[in-house]
């Protein structure tokens, strides 16, 4: 038997075996952690290396950039350090003079001479020569002709507040052309020409349109419409409309506001002139009040509601355009000229000296003249037993007499402080069948409804009207919101 065939029957030896092999398969089990570590380290190593490669890829490329950006500052850098030395000292210098021949329209002196334009407009205490001041008119030729001619002395003669006048004139004063408004329409132009000057009447076209305003009453109604930058006139126009419906001397509330849509003349685009109310919207005490123009075949302006009812009495509420009572109705006031109680059959309406005074109604005059203590008075006499009183005038209407036809609204006289008057006013009664009435309360009869035969022109022009006024209305509720 072979010794190695012993061994490995010997017990011992086998022994052995089983150990060494056990040996063997743990060495071979631990040595497969270590492999995969060392796998992770290498990769690691490899993603170290390519960041570092990319980071030098980045600043190389940042090198570069900033490398060629500098390379003009190298540039401007080398040309100053290789630019000679300027020479600043002594130089040669010479003077040359040339003639130039300017064109011929450049020393024109028509071309060059200043013109200047001036427009104003007539003031309460202007004159003639105080509008020529302002207008810088200077020469003498120009202040004649103004004075002498025909034409051009109109204006001497029918200066009113608030027309415009325009003038051209040149750097001395002379005038080149001038042009003063006679009326909404009509203009005096006057030109300067080469024998002088030439004077005549022109009419500018004007273009209407409406104009939609707002106002609120916070004092009174002339407040209201000066803080909206509506006329006097409109604002008469709207007290009239309403007086039927509304006592503008006690009614007036703190809040009340109206909207109205009046005509506007206008001559190239400037406001010349206002003219009658088309449509107006009066909110009195939150009751609303409405009223729609239309103008019948005579082209005269009549006032309805938007369906058709007349706003129109036989007669007016208040002789005058608008005022304040001072004085009312009473059957027993101390009279403070007299110093005694008495009765007032009328009401005092105060109001400054020279005022218009209207008639109530359509009638004849039954006196004009002095009686007592009403000093200079009118008594009209209207249809149906209707007599009214005006006492303390100062004046009448020139052509004014006895058994002349008045139309209602028209002029009689004026305002004044005559007979037993303490301060100008108008003292006004109306007496039916001899009896004295309250003016400001008597029920007053109204005039007929739109004809059917105008009463589609009417509807058609209600609707428009009243769509406006819906639209002023929404608009008015937008601003308070």
């Excluded at 071979?28 to 952690?33: G, L």
């Excluded at 490398?67 to 850098?77: E, M, Q, R, V, W």
């Excluded at 919207?281 to 239309?294: D, L």
Aim: hydrophobic share 35%; glycine share 8%; charged share 20%.
């Amino acid at each position: 038997m072979e010794t190695n065939e012993l061994n490995a029957s010997h017990p011992t030896f086998n022994s052995q075996n089983q150990i060494n092999s056990l040996g063997n398969e743990k060495s071979s089990n631990t040595s497969q952690p270590t492999i995969l570590t060392q796998n992770v380290n290498k990769a690691e190593r490899k993603l170290s290396l390519l960041a570092k490669r990319k980071l030098f890829e980045r600043k190389l490329k940042l090198r570069w950039i900033l490398a060629i950006s500098c390379l003009p500052l190298f540039g401007i850098y080398t040309a100053f350090g290789i630019a000679p030395q300027t020479v600043v000292g002594n130089v040669a210098t010479s003077h040359i003079t040339e003639e130039i021949d300017l064109p011929e329209a450049m020393v024109s002196n028509e071309e060059v001479a200043q013109q200047f334009w001036y427009k104003e407009h007539v003031r309460r205490d202007d004159t003639l020569n105080s509008l020529l001041s302002r207008l810088n008119i200077r020469n003498r030729d120009a202040i004649d002709y103004l004075h002498t001619d025909n034409i051009a002395n109109e204006i001497a003669s029918s200066l009113k507040p608030g027309h415009q006048i325009e003038s051209q004139v040149d750097i001395e004063g002379n005038l080149i052309s001038l042009e003063y408004q006679l009326d909404s329409d009509q203009f005096i132009a006057i030109n300067k020409t080469t024998d002088g000057y030439a004077a005549s009447k022109i009419v500018h076209h004007l273009e209407t349109r409406p104009i939609l305003k707002s106002a609120e009453i916070k004092s009174s109604l002339f407040g209201a419409t000066d803080d909206a930058n509506i006329p006097d006139s409109i604002a008469i126009q709207v007290a009239e409309m309403f007086e039927s419906e509304i006592d503008f001397h006690h009614d007036l509330r703190r809040g009340d506001h109206f909207n109205v849509i009046y005509e506007g003349s206008y001559d190239d685009g400037e406001l010349s002139r206002t003219g009658d109310v088309l449509a107006a919207e009066f909110v009195n005490n939150g009751k609303v009040y409405r009223a729609v123009g239309f103008r019948d075949a005579n082209n005269e302006m009549h006032y309805y509601t938007p369906e058709g009812k007349s706003l129109h009495k036989s007669f007016l509420r208040s002789p005058l355009e608008f005022t304040r009572i001072s004085s009312g109705f009473s059957l027993g006031r101390f009279h403070p000229v007299l110093q005694r109680l008495r009765a007032h059959k009328g009401v005092d309406m105060a109001a400054p000296t020279g005022t218009r005074i209207k008639a109530a109604g359509d009638a004849v005059v039954e006196f004009v003249g002095k009686k007592g203590g009403y000093g200079n008075v009118i008594i009209l006499k209207h249809n149906n037993g209707v007599n009214t009183v005006y006492g303390h005038l100062s004046r009448f209407q020139a052509d004014l007499r006895r058994g002349k036809k008045v139309a209602q609204g028209e002029v009689i006289g004026f305002v004044g402080m005559s007979g037993l008057a303490t301060g100008p006013h108008l003292h006004y009664e109306f007496l039916l069948n001899g009896k004295h009435h309250d003016p400001m309360k008597v029920a007053l009869p109204k005039a007929n409804p739109i004809t059917p035969q105008f009463k589609a022109a009417f509807e058609t022009i209600s609707q428009q009207m009243s769509a406006q006024l819906d639209l002023l209305g929404v608009s008015n509720i937008a601003a308070l919101d």
